[in-house]
């Protein structure tokens, strides 16, 4: 499974998106593989337009959802305690979907450069897109 962050999600989904990440979002989806979470949901569906709620809410409701529970915020507080005091302060939502996939030992599928940072500093390990789109294994 690869946790999705939501600025992939947003990227792959617009008109004019980046076709790579349009390619690896459509490579994780035909294999099943791409998952979403309590704080991806409500930065997606949160800021989405009025006329693309029930389709978006539609199209997301096939994919693999893992809700965020008490102990995730735990263990998210815990990780931006060690990344400030490491330098690196980062969005409190992108914090909590990487302490979900830490938890999980999923990858996170990110191109927000500051995920980099986290896995850097962290057990996170994040998903590379292979040629065209398709599935690496981990390294």
């Known amino acids: 499974m690869v946790l999705v962050d939501s600025a992939a999600w947003i990227e792959g989904l617009r008109r004019r998106g980046d076709i790579q990440v349009k390619l690896a979002l459509e490579a994780l989806l035909e294999v099943y593989e ?66 979900i996939a830490i938890e999980d030992d999923v990858r996170l599928y990110a191109i927000d450069g500051h995920f980099q940072k986290i896995a850097q500093l962290s057990g996170l390990r994040l998903y590379e897109p292979g040629y065209g789109g398709v599935f690496q294994p981990d390294r």
């Open 34 to 99: 791409a998952q979403w979470c309590t704080p991806v949901r409500l930065e997606v569906l949160g800021g989405a337009r009025q006329e693309e709620r029930t389709r978006l809410s539609h199209h997301f409701s096939m994919i693999s959802y893992r809700p965020a529970r008490e102990d995730d915020f735990e263990r998210a507080i815990s990780l931006a305690w060690r990344l400030r005091d490491q330098g690196l302060t980062v969005p409190w939502l992108d914090v909590l979907i990487a302490a």
